[in-house]
């Protein structure tokens, strides 16, 4: 449970600014409740829209201290602040992603943000140079890495609970896109624009979840995949359908079955992995469950605050067992861990960094490259193509 | 979803200051988080322990700008301040609820207390005269009451569309008491105190959230029952199992099957409401799907933020569906209802109070009401006893 | 798995007369197909109406051979030729299996008789002294009994697997008489008919199946009870609804909530056991399952067929892993385990009659003391009522 | 449910032969059972064993009148006996199917085989052509399709309640296979060696149960399919994994994800069909539910036995609502409806044929196709390959 032993240590919580989210967003939401939930952050400044008035307003509407104009504006004159921001958010269009983080590694914040990390390789390495250089923290909201259970899967695994990997199956069956929407017909949705959004919207938007996930669990990365993926409704033309399979050295296979045009599926993220010696099944709509198949025995139904469950699951639950956590408090498990990662620097304390678990920027960097394989890979009707 | 519009018309967030829940306590990071997470209070203030030095050094761990030695004080001195608490929460021991409620009534407070209300009616009916007097809000945190999927239940029982209704069946096999634990054994678990936590642990502790789960969503409250309630751990003095039956005017029947010593068991929280055309299922524990049994037509599953809501629901749900939402957000929609109902006075919009939905002191002082009941019946070894 | 030895040995299949479940009865088809299933009976003889032409013809329609005008003339002819049957089975309305049964018994034949054995106590303390003197097999069907997974929980119970028992809750959620049904309007449906089924329906239907497994699975009987029956829908006369609440010798507690004008429900017959170190949870709708909660560790759900079952719930297991078993075949493990014990003694194997495991008449005359208990208890507005 | 009419009709039961499923075998006693269990069979000849000692022997032990030493001196013996058989089951290892089948269909016998009809397709062709030349019934028994809930799955597809099919998933996760067995290792086991098995286990044995399933469910056969299919564990030899993806004309896409070797999965067989108005979903593990979801309404959940079903369904289910059918239950639909085929052509009855409903020859001979494509693909590193 959370003790907030780190912000004692510190003296005060940390201050945040967010870039991106302003009204009419889900993920605004998400980022900003997810920071306070817990009590390690003060949320001090905001850019909630390209536009620097409604920026500013939005800010004040939601009762941010200090609302600006642009990024930039934020960036620099939260440096040039004694009581300034220590951490940066970022949850733009994804076309943006890039110069933010960019401007904010280079003023020596710290930096959350939205997945894809960017929209072509190139950038992303180029951030994961900067980060390297710059020795900043960065964190990729891949926030399906915060529930307690899956953390406890990536813990069985590396313990050898199920043995060797030998299959993984990730489904993300959503339902939202099964009809042309009106913000997709009238193009102000900026996820169905190939040209914010990326070349390709499956893939990148929900297919880059399943893969982080996946390699989050097993620590594995695949060497190769084949990919198809297509457009399934009339009239759209960002894809809507993708099916993925994986190679792994050491012999295991994967296999993503993922649409968002499933009609009347809600959010059917799924996963399962099976090893030599038993097997893992978790679904994010139930997600304070995890069973656990075992070979000869009986299948184990592992809880959220439970027992026998390795320590990176019980940090991450804050309330007791029986009590849901949703997708908020998986959120803010991200945020909680990176808060906790930034203050042991701060207060330097013994390097030990690795007990605090958020996805690394080479984690974002890996789902740029699987996205741009699979695009690959789908161009040559699937043919089986190499990752590294 | 959450828009925040009140917020807006403010101008400013709310001013919340707490009282218990300081650390090693469970309901004391609910609270708080459920307070922040929807950016509609700032935490100013605190006491969290009975000895003032712990209580503000305990502020300062948790980032909390101004901590007090005790209730009193901070009620007087926050009351003395122009940018001083709109509202208290208060989450101390049972016993201590009625004298710290008082103090803010009549300092003009807006309070959020715990449940049971009070240890005696006499007490609890004394809190409604004074809130009533007072003209301030008083929510009864009943937490379960804040789930969007009981809000649903609650809009379908009032639309009819389970018709008149014939039978509740509440449930909560917890498993947490199925062994006599430490701090049980060496006094120091105030729950299992019954100086502190009144005559009776089950019915007060978890017995009266079923009262209240089945009074808010069928807004029928019974005429009479037939408790037991009794003690199944060996060295136990608290006791932790009960079962009451109900009778309601209508002719319908109600029935508890209530325990903390189910070995095993986590939160177990099940309610089932049956009427002349179909029926409704919740669990606690998957809290983002309700189950519609329908006469002469099959189940419909409704989930959080899908189709054919009321808007009570939707009110409730701060994210999109198919991602689930837990128990801390059920809290949080007490506290935004709460928030909102606040503003609405304060900003003298027109009175549509009506609007917003949380537990009301009457609902808090049936509460008290009912325990008194279930043991004077139990005393008589389930003599059906008048709740008038 | 069925190995059938026990055919083998006999060198031929048992033969089966039938009384009652003819054209438009439900269970006719259930018993019937039950005995066949397992290749342990033929089927050579019915009596399958009370009307003589009705009940021959309907032998012929059903391919049966030897169609009866009553039951007195089956057990007549049959017991007079060589090639005549072993075994009866009585499904007549309730009110004729005592007359059935005496005379079978007296004619040397084994029974399986349909719940509840009689509709007096006394019919049913002579049957046992019958079956004592005339030393045949008798069944008394509770078909729930057969289910592979209620006899697993019936072992695990005995090995101490959850302890010393605390606590048992039966659910038991019908709906489908939530409207009066035409059959109950116009009187031709015997259920309804208290003259037929005897005093109360709900407890007799139904109840007695709760009582009866709560009996099977924890070898417990309780001391006392307080019950309440009554009818919720308007327009009926027979009891629709009951709520009892039982007393064990070893402080533990029991709970039935029965009905059948559940709107919308299916069958809902749901057993917990709890006790000191753990718990059962089984569900007649999802037969093949039983949850195993432990104290301390993470719940084990043990599937019909898989591993670290008792060879009980093995024994009555026909088919592999994750093949479901329904209804049907629960109620076969009755046949076969009473076909096993019959021809034990035919064949005149050493006494290993304990291994063969069906509801004896002695489970049926405690079912009709259980009714009569209940039924005085609720007269008593629920008075606390020894069973003994 | 079950009226048996045509039984009345005939004025007999039909008169069944089997072929394999001796002692050992599990498919044995599913066929057996399934025949027998719905009173319009009687099982009268048997070969049991490819030792006609063993056969004869196994034949008495199992109480049936007539066994013989081989599939030709039944069909031989039981064409010229007045009261022969009129249907021969066929559950020989897979290598033998085709030269019984073809003896039994040249003899006027209507046939009931086991899948995959043959090893090669020249001679599932073959014996296409000699059904039709004959003009007897042959039912290729795919068990899953007579589960009630697929049957109406079957029917709301055809009725367009989904509306046009986009995507197809069908999972089938076994975990018999994740260790090598003893009888895999000594070779006794003739499912795991190719030169009585066919090419390819896994695709073979499960993969055409998916194949069929979805088939039956959709009336849709895949234009072209891109497969791999390998062995996972190590020192196997057969193959236990492949992935499956498919294309339709109608630009739907279709995937299999099929292993028997995920350690402590169970049977896992799962079907999901989305099309653009809705979906299904169903879980062979809990056969008496599909899940119904629909374009911005609320998923239904159907029930076996449970109102607005479609006739075929409720033909399939032959106990009421809530008391579950099972694997047998849905194989015996299979022998029930080419009972009623068989029947309704004996008594000359207006050709009412459409009406049964069972799996035929030529849904036989496409599994076959299935097979032999998929191999190909793989040999080609998952090439998309044309079924046609």
Not at 259 to 279: I, P
Not at 285 to 302: F, I, S, T, V, W
Request: glycine letters at 10%.
């Amino acid at each position: 449970m959370n003790s907030n032993n780190m912000i004692k240590k510190l003296g005060r919580r940390l201050r945040l600014g967010v870039v991106g989210g302003g009204p009419g967003s889900f993920i605004g939401g998400v980022h900003r409740g997810a920071a306070l939930m817990n009590e390690q952050y003060d949320i001090v400044a905001a850019v909630l829209s390209s536009n620097a008035e409604r920026s500013i307003q939005a800010a004040i509407d939601l009762g941010i201290p200090r609302g600006y104009g642009s990024a930039a504006e934020m960036i620099h004159s939260e440096t040039n602040r004694k009581d300034g921001i220590d951490v940066i958010a970022i949850m733009t269009p994804n076309s943006e992603h890039f110069s933010v983080a960019c401007l904010a590694i280079k003023s020596g914040l710290h930096v959350i943000c939205e997945k894809p990390l960017t929209n072509t390789l190139a950038e992303a390495e180029e951030l994961e140079r900067l980060v390297a250089k710059e020795k900043v923290h960065f964190c990729a909201a891949y926030g399906y890495s915060g529930y307690p259970m899956v953390r406890q899967a990536k813990a069985m695994v590396e313990a050898g609970d199920i043995g060797e990997i030998r299959m993984i199956q990730c489904d993300y069956v959503q339902g939202h896109l099964a009809e042309l929407g009106e913000s997709e017909k009238d193009g102000s949705n900026w996820h169905m624009n190939s040209a914010v959004a990326g070349d390709d919207l499956i893939v990148a938007d929900i297919g880059t979840h399943c893969y982080h996930l996946c390699q989050f669990v097993t620590q594995m990365l695949p060497a190769s995949l084949s990919a198809e993926t297509c457009v399934l409704t009339p009239g759209r033309t960002a894809t809507d359908y993708t099916s993925i399979q994986l190679r792994y050295d050491n012999g295991a296979r994967g296999a993503f079955w993922i649409t968002q045009c499933a009609a009347g599926a809600e959010h059917g993220l799924y996963l399962r992995v099976f090893g030599s010696n038993g097997g893992l099944e978790w679904h994010q709509e139930q997600p304070n469950q995890l069973l656990h198949r075992q070979l000869g025995k009986p299948a184990r139904l592992l809880t959220k605050g439970g027992p026998e469950l390795y320590p990176i699951a019980n940090r991450a639950s804050k309330i007791s067992i029986g009590h849901p956590e949703g997708y908020r408090e998986g959120f803010a498990t991200l945020y909680s861990e990176f808060a906790e990662a930034i203050i042991a620097d701060i207060t330097e304390e013994d390097n030990q960094n690795d007990v605090f678990v958020y996805p690394k920027i080479a984690e974002g960097v890996d789902g740029v490259r699987f996205i741009n394989t699979a695009l690959e890979s789908n161009k040559k009707d699937g043919l089986w193509t190499s990752l590294n």
